[in-house]
């Protein structure tokens, strides 16, 4: 660490501050389509690249929750989302086609990500035999807090980060639900609905699924609703199995070595 900060840590603290502006973009246009002055980029792409608000839009229809910055008039970033730019997410078709038949989510309508917490516009697909707008959002990994009229989803990978952070760091459900609402807005400019309440019972149907899943209950005909008493358990590591980690002819040992 001395020898890291004898020589470089200037070299890391004036990179880290480039990118706080507009790093080495070549101010030649958007990296897309040449326009003059791009001024949005996206904090969860690789690269720091600007764009204008069309492509960013446009470029983003298969990441939906990606967080954008916009640079401003004096001359800093600002935070943005494709949200505020019209991003409109189309469940239940290709991510090009816009569904003829569209019928619009709520309008204060949360998913929760690994990034944050976003308010997004979602059209469900009002085709004749579409999914249920609950199962049109199980179906791009968002996990509905409610199958009837959802306002909230959570998304499979923010799940399984928090079951891990859970389950090694003793993280609550609370903490790290704030520490989420800070992540793109830690001034707290932007009112947040508050989805706490949902997020807890979205992770408890979580793993009520993942225990079922683990057993192998999805691959009984009879379904979920046929588990017997005790198929869920978990056989015990260090306890004695036979035919595991027992030597053979253990019931013919003495009783006092057994
Ligand atoms: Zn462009
Ligand atoms: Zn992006
Ligand atoms: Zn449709
Ligand atoms: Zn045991």
């Given amino acids: 660490l001395l020898t890291w ?58 990441e939906p929750l990606h967080l954008l910055e916009r640079w401003t008039d004096d001359d800093y970033f600002e935070k943005c989302t494709l949200w505020a730019l019209g991003l409109r997410i189309q469940l239940g078709h290709p991510r090009t086609v816009a569904c003829p038949l569209v019928k619009r989510g709520h309008v204060d309508f949360v998913v929760i990500h690994v990034n944050g917490i976003h308010l997004v516009d979602v059209d469900f697909c009002g085709c004749p035999g579409s999914l249920d707008n609950f199962e049109q959002l199980l179906d791009v990994g968002w996990w509905p807090s409610s199958p009837l009229e959802p306002q909230t989803a959570t998304t499979f990978p923010l799940l399984r980060l928090f079951h891990n952070l859970n389950l090694q760091g003793c993280i609550p459900p609370t903490d790290f639900y704030r520490a989420l609402e800070q992540l793109h807005n830690a001034e707290g400019l932007v009112r947040l609905p508050d989805r706490l309440q949902q997020f807890m019972l979205t992770v408890r149907e979580w793993r009520h699924i993942r225990m079922a899943k683990r057993a192998g209950r999805g691959n009984d005909p009879g379904g979920l609703n046929t588990t017997a008493q005790g198929e869920l358990a978990i056989p015990c590591r260090s306890c004695p199995h036979p035919h595991i980690n027992l030597p053979q002819g253990w019931e013919d040992a003495p009783s006092n070595t057994q």
């Fill in 5 to 62: 900060k004898a020589t470089y840590h200037q070299k890391y603290l004036d990179a880290t501050l480039l990118l706080e502006g507009r790093g080495r973009h070549d101010f030649k246009g958007c990296t897309y389509c040449e326009s003059p002055d791009p001024l949005y980029r996206c904090i969860d792409c690789h690269g720091h690249w600007l764009y204008c608000a069309e492509c960013i839009v446009e470029r983003h229809r298969s």
